[in-house]
């Protein structure tokens, strides 16, 4: 699959710590920021979709911090699917500086029913969206 979406990220000082390294949960708002990100350019907005009963949550994140990314420097951030189920999908997102690599994570995001909750179906309308996206389809399971 080639469906990899990428953020752009510039470090500011509230960010980082007083020796101006980035903070280990600063990284989880960038994080975060490219995922909403990565649904708006599937045409779909957050507060919209949580108005239509929908919700993405994460469910579970495995991270590894390879390197410290500093006050000042433009990172990239990724979003890359690699498998979707009925009421989740598990990503791939990864933090780098050029070709180094800062930060890796594995993300498992469910989705919800924002009235109940509940795990629901990913509505078929994102699913053919990210298809489009992809050019290849994405893989179900």
């Not at 690699?82 to 500086?97: D, G």
Request: proline letters at 2%; hydrophobic letters at 45%.
């Amino acid at each position: 699959m080639s469906n990899r979406f990428n953020w752009p990220v510039r470090v500011y000082y509230e960010d980082t710590d007083a020796g101006g390294i980035v903070y280990h949960a600063r990284y989880l708002y960038f994080l975060e920021r490219a995922r909403t990100e990565w649904l708006r350019h599937l045409g779909f907005n957050q507060s919209q979709l949580k108005q239509q009963g929908v919700l993405f949550v994460v469910r579970d994140m495995e991270i590894k911090w390879c390197s410290s990314a500093l006050l000042d420097q433009a990172l990239d951030v990724s979003v890359s699917v690699r498998k979707i189920k009925k009421a989740s999908m598990l990503m791939t997102q990864t933090i780098t500086l050029g070709e180094i690599e800062k930060v890796r994570a594995s993300v498992t995001v469910a989705c919800l029913n924002s009235a109940t909750m509940r795990p629901i179906a990913i509505p078929e309308i994102i699913l053919s969206a990210m298809n489009r996206a992809d050019g290849q389809g994405v893989e179900r399971e």
